[in-house]
């Protein structure tokens, strides 16, 4: 007998659809699915479906309440690649005409309180199924689960992960490209960071964050430097590590990005919080120089000097080739800060056809084992294949369409709002990531076996 | 003939309602105005209507639209002293049920949206008018028609503001005190500040607004220091200055605040962006400690040195005495920084029973005139009455409710989204604030006949 016919329905047809819209149509046969792809722009969730005959491409606003409830209203499963503000009401409509939901963003506290109305309606929210939040998650408790089974104890977990450009497209003097959301980008770490260190709670708040950035070696591959992500602490305890010690988790950057971002961040051209009068009448010139000192000097070197960097140094030169200080006219109006440097850095920072992406994911964890330190690291390092199937696409896609699967076919069987570092979904969703070459190397190795407390 | 009787509802009855209820009721059997007070504490309303037979104190909770709704629908004017998020809903359901609105906060881009609905309906929306957003715009636009009527031509506008404790109440090393929303004062600023100097826009970010306080002098009065508010740039226009050099709206403090204040921007422990986890499971000295350095001095002297400020100095001991490193256990869970630090602060910079506040206003106008530059100075102080008729009181409130008898008069005839800084408000409202006491004292001196460019 015939599987009965699922609905499937994605959300978002962007960069990191392509993956997820590929594996849900390759499937579709196999399991009796139909996937329908919404995005506002209905040509790209056509050109992606490619003529599939279980494919549909429909308009989708997720603005618009009653283009969402139409939609949803006869899924089975929602796979939502929306705006992270956007999961909690796709996720209450889908309650309403009970759809599962997979997302492969952090489950907002509005998404965590639909876990008992979920569980009573038998339904799966399947969070943070992505690249990070989703596969730094799956692999690191795989290793914690795989070090405690043989008895040992964590005393420090450290987990890193950037999406960055492949070293043959690394060519601008910011080795940088915009290779996911670039209002995410700039917008990165304004939070601060807590997390945990040799059994400290340490705070960094934003304007000190890109300041020290920790050197990252990984063995045989290459360096990195890193900086802390938001809110290492509850991760802690959802990872069952309560009393761990150290507790990082953390974003990687080739090196050098870190310092430099720190400049604009401490000249203010991060702010989202405010918009600028008139902006769409000043050129950048204007704009970068109302927040520097006045004085005789030339505006370069008074950018370097209030800055307190060397003039026609690397730094200065770096924040010269954005434009920072050209006269190109800026056409936001009403923009915030962050939006005028958002559309700057577009141009600077694109992510061009031709281009390869590269995801980097890197674990280290130390644990006590038969009165032995040892250390276990693991990294896995994916490129883009072209510039439709990045590492970005693959890495959010596969894992959400892997996990949506897993619902569908009966797989998953937990309720309520469902996180991927449980057994259940990590181990089917890791094996078949590694049918994909998406896959960690991992070493063993002893520390030290005399050290009494580190 | 009798007027026909007018339902007002005041929306509020906190701190700074006192004086706006009063003068409604005072008034009320004048005009055959019915008068009822809405707050989620009814017994504070129902204490300042002090059993007036045309005062009614009702149950008004902010967050339920029925509630809203069900006090709004026979108000013929409804004065909203909710918190600043909270007018433009309530200004939704007046325009549904045909009631002018008065508020004393910046109008929100919502609530000028509602202009063209509002003026269709025949109703005023009358904002900004209190204290600060509110004397400020009057004074100012006062002096700035009084200067263009003589023909003069402005080259600097400068308006200072600053909710204070009196000299006599003055009594804690940060000589503040929360006489009014206290986190409001926790996250004054956060949005830095853009305005115009000698022709150039200036724009300052959070974390260096604090950090060069202007030196202020009142004359014949004290010294005072001011950090820049969030937007004078749009000010500048709404005032029909579009052209003017200088453009400055400032807040006010005594000597010394803005430099301890700066320290705890700078800690980290002002953001408001992120939750501690578990933050009840802490004392004060641990939390803080998690922004510091680690190191082997001990926790005092870290912060000292980490802030680059003297160890024993003046600035450290205002940051201790705060009790910032105190064994004192966080109650607040889930808290973010700047909660945590309201907790701290609420009880060491507490207005208390017998201290007396203090409102600042303090404008200063540059012009040429006949070839000569000249400067128009004029400043306001007042200060409480008592613990509940207080300046803050005094001047948010009797503005508003002033502003309020003009629209049910008939004296204030404009429709749809209004300001104080039009003629047709600030001269009644500010002729009537002089009865109260609440005036200006002006000069106007010759600063130099020979400056060709200032």
């Not at 992606?48 to 429909?58: D, L, T």
Request: charged share 25%; with cysteine; aromatic share 10%.
């Amino acid at each position: 007998m015939a599987d009965p016919v699922k609905n499937v329905l994605i959300c978002g047809a962007g960069m990191s659809a392509t993956d997820l819209i590929f594996y849900m149509l390759e499937h579709a046969e196999e399991f009796n699915w139909t996937v329908t792809v919404g995005d506002i722009d209905v040509e790209t969730a056509t050109r992606k479906i490619g003529g599939h005959p279980r494919g549909k491409a429909v308009y989708f606003d997720c603005y618009d309440n009653n283009i969402m409830e139409q939609h949803i209203k006869d899924s089975d499963i929602v796979i939502s690649l929306l705006p992270p503000g956007m999961h909690a009401a796709t996720a209450k409509i889908a309650l309403r005409h009970d759809a599962h939901v997979v997302t492969a963003s952090y489950a907002s506290q509005e998404m965590i309180d639909m876990h008992e109305e979920a569980r009573k309606k038998d339904l799966t929210f399947l969070n943070e199924l992505g690249a990070d939040p989703g596969i730094d998650h799956m692999s690191g408790m795989r290793s914690i689960d795989s070090i405690r089974g043989k008895g040992g104890e964590l005393t420090s977990f450290e987990s890193y992960c950037g999406s960055l450009i492949a070293p043959k497209s690394n060519d601008n003097p910011w080795e940088y490209k915009f290779t996911w959301s670039p209002m995410n980008v700039i917008l990165a770490g304004s939070t601060g960071a807590c997390y945990y260190e040799d059994g400290n709670l340490r705070c960094v708040p934003y304007h000190r964050l890109f300041e020290n950035p920790k050197k990252i070696e990984i063995p045989g591959f290459r360096d990195f430097e890193a900086y802390e992500n938001r809110d290492s602490v509850s991760f802690r305890k959802k990872y069952g590590l309560e009393d761990i010690p150290t507790f990082i988790r953390a974003t990687l950057r080739y090196p050098g990005f870190c310092e430099a971002w720190n400049l604009l961040i401490k000249l203010g051209l991060t702010a989202n919080n405010y918009p600028i009068d008139d902006s769409e009448n000043m050129t950048y010139r204007d704009w970068v120089s109302s927040y520097l000192p006045r004085g005789n000097v030339n505006l370069e070197n008074r950018l370097a000097d209030h800055l307190e960097i060397k003039r026609n140094g690397e730094l200065h030169k770096k924040l010269l080739w954005t434009g920072l200080l050209s006269e190109r006219p800026i056409t936001r109006n009403y923009g915030t800060p962050a939006e005028i440097l958002l559309d700057l850095l577009l141009d600077k920072l694109k992510f061009k056809k031709g281009d390869t992406d590269m995801l980097v994911f890197y674990e280290r964890i130390r644990y006590r084992l038969n009165g032995e330190l040892r250390e276990h690291v693991s990294h896995l390092v994916t490129r883009g294949i072209d510039h439709e199937h990045t590492a970005i696409s693959r890495t959010v896609g596969l894992p959400a369409a892997i996990g949506a699967k897993l619902i569908l076919n009966g797989s998953v069987k937990s309720r309520g709002i469902l996180y991927p570092w449980t057994h259940e979904v990590y181990q089917p969703v890791l094996d078949e990531l590694a049918e994909f070459g998406i896959a960690y190397s991992s070493s063993d190795t002893l520390l030290e076996d005399s050290v009494a407390d580190f």
